[in-house]
């Protein structure tokens, strides 16, 4: 554990079961198992991305806290609720899902491992990781260029 709290961004996702309420009661159990000072976006609805055709559309929020523990700890959490939820522990990439939760920054860490990438490497490409997550942690940069949330939206919009 580490003395200073680390604040992280987590990108959740899910377009099976009752999505809204996964993704609810998944920052519910971020929060309860030592994600502190939690804020969840809003909720949107997204068209699949990567995804086979007739996949249904997922909702996707953000959500912001601080960690003492280690990427990795966080890392397991995050799968640990993933299967809770009814994901399979393992899945293959770009399938519908009852729950996905991403670690899409940790303060200023950039870490490459087999296991974890941090930041997450699709998210500057996804609008549907940077609109919820701009709507909470706009100024929230990424390590690597210290650009801003919102600058990165802005210009994958244009």
Known sequence: MQD????IAISLGANLGNAAETIREAAARLESSGVRHCRLSSLIRTAPVDCAPGTPD???AALTGEWSGSPEDLLRLCQDLEVAAGRPRQHGINQSR???LDIILFG???LRTPELTIPHPRARRRRF???PLAEIAPDWCFPEDGMPIKRILKDLKG
């Open 4 to 7: 200073n709290p680390i604040k």
């Open 58 to 60: 997922f909702l996707n």
């Open 98 to 100: 009852p729950l996905d």
């Open 108 to 110: 200023g860490t950039v």
């Open 129 to 131: 990781v940077l609109e």
